[in-house]
């Protein structure tokens, strides 16, 4: 079924039902209660369900794609899981795309997968969980081309079969939304609701925006992007790391938006990169809006997070 199908389309078929299960057991989590917190660091949780999620996640992909590199939030704790799933489920609509012809070749040695099992913790232990989302990132070399965002919660207060998956591969395209228009006489940035700092709020106040909407995880408030409900995610801190915006990245490039740090540069996804977002985050719906929001951040803001 598979054998003829490019291996990052393979890849990308494979992680989608990763991801939906990720997301059952973060569900599975919250509704046995118990979510055995352990703080990381300032700000820093972890729960049972990144826990499980990211061994789970690992686990799968590892064993179903031996020679890519896998590096997740979560992966040193140690702790015995067993995967009663077999891992060879594929979504169907991802086989049948067309590869873009500059990744068709590209070989598991090259592919270095970003994952974040539960993006969004603190917001996911103080039950805003729309703010949750399992995201799986696929760099080549060290671009991010193709990511899996998976918002295991979303529409959980209107219906029973909550949840919902996005996808993108540059070249190809996003899908799993309704990408609705921007309003065009208006400014709405998002940014940190838990990580705020006065250097976030200064360069917040330096794009004098409309509105501001403050919400969890890189991958929800990329969502917002994605969805045309804001224009910029503007977050000048260290803090995030490259498995909060490799899927991100990928699939709102491939929607035809850009996410760089706030002095406009890349960050590298090659498997030996500092994993450290240590210059922030910008990214822009539009990815011809985004050197307009480069301009009006100041310098002392850059230089302050170099
Ligand atoms: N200071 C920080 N320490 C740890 N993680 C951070 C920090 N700042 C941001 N993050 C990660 O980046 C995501 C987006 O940041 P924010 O929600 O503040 O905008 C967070 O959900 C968190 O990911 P995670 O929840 O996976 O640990
Ligand atoms: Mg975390
Ligand atoms: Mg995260
Ligand atoms: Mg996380």
């Known amino acids: 079924m598979t054998q003829n199908v490019p291996l990052i389309l393979k ?3 494979s992680c989608i039902p990763i991801a939906n299960r990720a997301g059952k057991i973060i569900q599975d989590v919250m509704k046995k209660g118990e979510l055995h917190i352990v703080e990381k660091g300032v700000q820093d949780f972890q729960t049972e369900a990144d826990r499980l999620a990211q061994q789970f996640i690992s686990i799968s992909l590892s064993r179903q794609f031996p020679c890519i ?3 997740g939030e979560e992966d040193d704790n140690g702790e015995e899981f067993h995967v009663d799933f077999e891992t060879n489920e594929y979504d169907q609509s991802v086989l049948e795309k067309k590869c873009p012809d500059e990744l068709k070749d590209i070989v598991e040695n090259q592919i270095t997968v970003w994952v974040d099992p539960l993006d969004g913790t603190s917001e996911y232990t103080q039950g805003l969980l729309e703010h949750v989302t399992v995201l799986i990132g696929i760099a ?3 671009k991010a081309v193709a990511g899996v965002i998976h918002q295991p919660y979303y529409g959980y207060k209107e ?3 909550c949840g919902r998956t996005i996808w993108g591969l540059s070249g190809l395209g996003s899908f799993g939304y309704i990408p609705n228009d921007l309003p065009s006489d208006r400014c709405i940035l998002t940014t940190t609701r838990s990580h705020s700092t006065g250097l976030v709020q200064e360069a917040i106040d330096s794009i004098k ?3 501001v909407i ?5 991958g929800h408030k990329v969502l917002l992007l994605l969805e045309g409900i804001a224009h910029a995610y503007v977050f000048a801190s260290k803090g995030s790391k490259r498995w909060d915006t490799c899927a991100p990245e990928a699939v709102l490039q491939a929607a035809g938006g850009l ?3 706030i002095s406009g540069n890349f960050y590298s996804y090659d ?3 500092n994993y450290q977002n240590t210059n922030g985050v910008l990214a822009t719906a539009k990815k011809e809006d985004h050197c307009r929001y480069l301009n009006l951040l100041p310098d002392s803001i850059k230089q302050s997070l170099k």
């Open 140 to 142: 080549v070399n060290k």
């Open 11 to 13: 890849l990308i078929s």
């Open 259 to 261: 996410l760089t740090d």
């Open 209 to 211: 925006a409309d509105e």
């Open 271 to 273: 498997k030996n990169t």
């Open 214 to 218: 403050r919400v969890g995880g890189a």
């Open 159 to 161: 219906r029973n079969d």
């Open 69 to 71: 590199t896998i590096i």
